[in-house]
């Protein structure tokens, strides 16, 4: 779903669902993605989570393109310039309001490279 738009067609963004129907979204390290020497932009990391959890809302709630209320990030290491995953998980959704986490990592799953969190509004 959301690797169709344009914005993730940009980052090269990619779906990939496992047997039980978990989507991590993978985006392929490009020199257009760098920041600082050697290292992705944190736009871009950022970027990948926010879609992940919209990605997470439209597939498990069924509620695509929900309204962004906050969003947040944590950044704990340097993205290096190789493939960078992300996968997201619906924490509460309400009557109007649903909150998702998301990690992003790259060789290890373990030592994520950022997290985040999104309220978005349902319609």
């Not at 993730?8 to 779906?15: K, V």
């Not at 393109?65 to 944590?74: G, T």
């Not at 997201?88 to 309400?94: F, K, T």
């Not at 290890?108 to 985040?116: I, N, Y």
């Amino acid at each position: 779903m959301i690797v169709h738009t344009p914005y993730a067609r940009m980052l090269g963004i990619q779906a990939m669902a496992d047997e039980a129907g978990v989507t991590t979204l993978m985006m392929p390290a490009a020199p257009s993605l760098e920041g600082r020497a050697g290292f992705l932009y944190g736009g871009v990391i950022a970027s990948l989570l926010e879609l992940a959890c919209l990605e997470a809302v439209a597939r498990e709630a069924g509620k695509p393109w929900p309204k962004p209320i906050n969003m947040s990030f944590d950044f704990l290491r340097g993205g290096l310039m190789i493939d960078s995953y992300a996968q997201a998980r619906l924490v509460r959704v309400g009557r109007q309001v649903v909150n998702v986490d998301a990690t992003c990592w790259q060789k290890d799953r373990e030592k994520p490279v950022a997290t985040g969190r999104m309220h978005l509004l349902l319609d």
